[in-house]
Nanobody
Framework: QVQLVESGGGLVQPGGSLRLSCAASGSIVSINAMGWYRQAPGKERDLVATITSGGTTNYADSVKGRFTISIDNAKNTAYLQMNSLKPEDTAVYFC?????????????????WGQGTLVTVSS
């Protein structure tokens, strides 16, 4: 199985920065891609950014130029560097990973979610 643990959320003033981390653990053979999504109160969960193991990235228009996603394949960890934060970035940020893992003698694929980490941007 695969588990994701996020860290790095917190309270920051507008214009500030935060760095989120998402570490995957378990019987991982390889990770195809990892991503960050966010859900503000009363709203749906939306894509923030994704990255493949090969480094191909995709960003929501609202965060382009401010957020940077990266991946450390050796550590099975993804990062989200968030700069120039705005109050509208306030949300619970969830990590997602598509991972191939060892299940007995078989390799299986599963998409998993982390528990979420709260980011609050407020003065």
């Amino acid at each position: 199985q695969v588990q994701l643990v996020e860290s790095g959320g917190g309270l920051v003033q507008p214009g500030g920065s935060l760095r989120l981390s998402c570490a995957a653990s378990g019987s991982i053979v390889s990770i195809n891609a990892m991503g960050w999504y966010r859900q503000a109160p009363g709203k749906e969960r939306d894509l923030v950014a994704t990255i493949t193991s090969g480094g191909t990235t995709n960003y929501a228009d609202s965060v382009k130029g401010r957020f940077t996603i990266s991946i450390d394949n050796a550590k099975n960890t993804a990062y989200l560097q968030m700069n120039s934060l705005k109050p509208e970035d306030t949300a619970v940020y969830f990590c997602n990973a598509g991972a191939n893992f060892l299940n007995g003698l078989q390799i299986r694929y599963r998409e998993v979610w982390g528990q979420g980490t709260l980011v609050t941007v407020s003065s």
